[in-house]
Each structure stands twice: as structure tokens, then as C-alpha cells.
């Protein structure tokens, strides 16, 4: 069961924060996905927050690194295989699968520049989805100018999550599309969570004045939505958020694992698989953008506690998912977010 929460279940400073949000346009949306051992919670500023559907961005890739583990399990394929063992890539040395889910393959925010870089320059982020004339071809040809070039390290990228789509057709013979739908709605249990809706039943875009920016559009053979395609509501982002508090299937725990060689002296982020966390932290976390949607996660397994949120805001507030989602966080472990007139026990 849900609760719905009020705005005066928070103290002042959330307040202004999600105030100050909502404050740049009347077509601003937000909503709140609070959960606290086994209890889940939400606040949004409409009517039927529950209804309302969000592009979740780049989320979407930790849901693909649960995917791709349980192909693995399904297929007993070692995560140290190198992707020229599934693709048909020229001769030469190419990351892992393993490099890949962990965004240790050294590929940068913009690669490959020859697909994102002229299409932010010819309308930007917000206006067009970047990727949307890619396919497996595409990919491929992207990857094997590539030979060689891959670094250790951490390096966030939409790329890896890409290929590793492209990898799993190969293993399984299956469309990508199909793989993570089915996954999301049957293994999850996020039962509205898809890729694609009609326009009329979307949340409605965020504006300013009568400028709209267009919905991303994504179609089914593209590999980059294994890396941004999905659309959700709260109810499955908190639905998906107990799975990674109360669920020990091996795809699940298997992700949470701290990976060594993402770890840097001049940074506290280091990731585990799909999934980034802090150094001397037991939180899971990711956000994600694609137009004017927004979001962000936050999960500790260790103390049973879970934040979402997901934003609709065109303009310079749209960046303030992620901070409102560490204070939120943060509200809820120390217990002061009021639930019902009592603090979270």
C-alpha cells in the first residue's frame, strides 16, 4: 500500500526547495517516491501523481545491468569476456563486459563524437533525442574506430550500455526491446514501465510560456535504450527501489558489489555495476535526463531506506532533482520527513 503524503510532511527547507522548483512555470511537475522499510510514500503536485508517466533517463541503465546479469546467469557467460567475443568486431583488443557495466571502459560523456556531437550542435540536449537515428550497425561501426583505445578507470558514457544492448541480441537472439520490457514488467513487477506511449497519455511536457520541447522519441531496434528509453511512474520506481532493498536474486545483489578499479584518490564516486556509490558509503544511486524529464535514485539496502524523484521542468531548475533527492535522503534517515503526524520509525 501507498500513502500519499502533504507538503507539510516536510520541514521548511524541503519545502522551498520543491517550491522552488515548481516556481519557474505552471507546466513544472514533480513527484516524490518515499520508501522506509517496507512502507512507501509519495507527494507529487498534481492531482494523480501515481498516473503520471516520466522519462527516467539514464536509470535506465541500471535496470539493464540487472538485465544483463541475468542473461549471463541464463547463458553462463563470464562478465571478463571481451564484447569481440559476441560482435564481430577487425582484429585488436576491446573492453569487457564487465568494463562496460561498470563505466570502466575509458569512454567519455560525448563518445562517440561523431553521433552526439553534431547533434547537440544542431539542437542541442533537450530538443531531440540524440540517438535517435542509431542501430546495431551503428554501434558496431562506433566500437570498431575504437580499437584499442579503451582505458581503465571510471568514465561515464552512454556508449558501454549501448553495446552491452547489442551484446545480449547476440547472445540471446532476442530483440533488446522485447528483453528489457518484458524484464521490467514480469521480473520487477513494474507493470507500466515500457518504452514507448501514446502522446495523449504522457505527462504533459514542462514549458515555458508556449515554447514545448518535444517528447524523446525512441524506436524499438535502437541500442541506446538500453543506456535512456525507459518511461515509469512512482509506483514502479518504488516497486523498483524494494527490489533492491528486499530482493537476494543474484542479478539483483550481484549488481550492488563495489567495483575495485572504478575507485580514484581524487574522487569519492566509484560504481558497481550499472549502479554508482560513494567511496565509505552504503548508497546505490544514478540520475538521468532526456528532454525536460528528470530523475533520481537513491537506495540504501543496509538501512532499508529509498528516495525517488522524478522532475518535468524546463530551465535552470531542472538540475535540482539530484539535490532534492540527497536532501530528501537524508531527511528520511535522521527522521524527519512527517508521515501522518508521526516521524518515520
Not at 39 to 49: D, I, L, S, T, Y
Not at 264 to 293: M, P
Amino acid at each position: 500500500m501507498i500513502e500519499y503524503l502533504s507538503l507539510s510532511a516536510f520541514r521548511p527547507k524541503v519545502q522551498n526547495c520543491i517550491n522552488g522548483y515548481l516556481s519557474l512555470s505552471e507546466h513544472q511537475s514533480l513527484v516524490i517516491g518515499l520508501y522506509s522499510k517496507g512502507k512507501m510514500f509519495v507527494f507529487g503536485n498534481r492531482e494523480a501523481p501515481m498516473k503520471e508517466m516520466y522519462d527516467i533517463g539514464s536509470v535506465s541503465k541500471t535496470v539493464t545491468a540487472h538485465l544483463f546479469l541475468k542473461i549471463a546467469q541464463d547463458y553462463s557467460i563470464d562478465l571478463n569476456r571481451r564484447v569481440s567475443d559476441f560482435i564481430d568486431l577487425p582484429r585488436g583488443e576491446y573492453p569487457t563486459l564487465y568494463q562496460l557495466l561498470t563505466h570502466t571502459a575509458g569512454y567519455g560523456h560525448l563518445t562517440p563524437a561523431e553521433i552526439t556531437v553534431p547533434s547537440l550542435l544542431s539542437h542541442g540536449y533537450s530538443r531531440k533525442n540524440i540517438y535517435s537515428s542509431c542501430t546495431a550497425d551503428t554501434v558496431i561501426k562506433c566500437l570498431a574506430k575504437r580499437e584499442g583505445k579503451a582505458a581503465h578507470g571510471y568514465s561515464y558514457s552512454d556508449f558501454p550500455f549501448a553495446i552491452l544492448a547489442v551484446v545480449s541480441e547476440k547472445i540471446t537472439g532476442r530483440s533488446f526491446a522485447d528483453m528489457i520490457e518484458e524484464f521490467v514488467q514480469n521480473d520487477l513487477g513494474m507493470k507500466s514501465t515500457v518504452i514507448s506511449l501514446p502522446e495523449d497519455t504522457r505527462t504533459p511536457i514542462a514549458a515555458l510560456g508556449k515554447r514545448k520541447i518535444d517528447f524523446w522519441r525512441w524506436d524499438r531496434d535502437n541500442p541506446y535504450i538500453a543506456g535512456g528509453g525507459l518511461i515509469s511512474s512512482v509506483e514502479d520506481m518504488l516497486i523498483y527501489i524494494a527490489v533492491q532493498i528486499e530482493s537476494e536474486r543474484p542479478y539483483v545483489t550481484g549488481a550492488h558489489v563495489l567495483c575495485e578499479s572504478s575507485l580514484s584518490e581524487k574522487r569519492d564516486i566509484a560504481t558497481c555495476i550499472g549502479w554508482h556509490t560513494y567511496k565509505k558509503s552504503n548508497q546505490l544511486w544514478h540520475v538521468g535526463g532526456v528532454g525536460t524529464f528528470r530523475s533520481s535514485v537513491i537506495v540504501n539496502r543496509e538501512k532499508r531506506l529509498g528516495v525517488v524523484v522524478l522532475g518535468n521542468s524546463k530551465g535552470r531548475t531542472s538540475a535540482n532533482v539530484h539535490y532534492l533527492t540527497k536532501m530528501l535522503y537524508s531527511e528520511i534517515k535522521i527522521k524527519k520527513i512527517q508521515l501522518k503526524s508521526a516521524e518515520i520509525q
